[in-house]
Nanobody
Framework: QVQLVESGGGLVQAGGSLRLSCAAS????????MGWYRQAPGKQRELVAH???????NYVDSVKDRFTISRDNAKNTVYLQMNSLKPEDTAVYSC???????????????WGQGTQVTVSS
């Protein structure tokens, strides 16, 4: 069983920056795609950014040129650098990972517990 643990959320003023981290732990696994989602109160969860095992990325239009997703495969960790934050970025941010065990058994999708990001105006 893989566990994803997030960190880095918090309260920041508009225009500020935060960096989220999501580290995977477990045994005999490899991670394929990873992503960050967010859910604001009263809204549906949306995909914020996605990164493949080879490093290809894509972003929701509202965060392009402000957020950067990256990963460290040696550490099984994905990051989300968030710059020029806006109040509308306020949400619970969750990471996910598509995992294979013992080679090609999978994929299985796992989720982190979520971390709150609050941007004040």
């Amino acid at each position: 069983q893989v566990q994803l643990v997030e960190s880095g959320g918090g309260l920041v003023q508009a225009g500020g920056s935060l960096r989220l981290s999501c580290a995977a732990s477990g045994s005999r696994f490899r991670i394929d795609n990873m992503g960050w989602y967010r859910q604001a109160p009263g809204k549906q969860r949306e995909l914020v950014a996605h990164i493949t095992s080879s490093g290809s990325t894509n972003y929701v239009d509202s965060v392009k040129d402000r957020f950067t997703i990256s990963r460290d495969n040696a550490k099984n960790t994905v990051y989300l650098q968030m710059n020029s934050l806006k109040p509308e970025d306020t949400a619970v941010y969750s990471c996910n990972a598509d995992v294979y065990y013992n080679g090609n058994n999978g994929p299985f999708r796992y989720w982190g517990q979520g971390t709150q990001v609050t941007v004040s105006s």
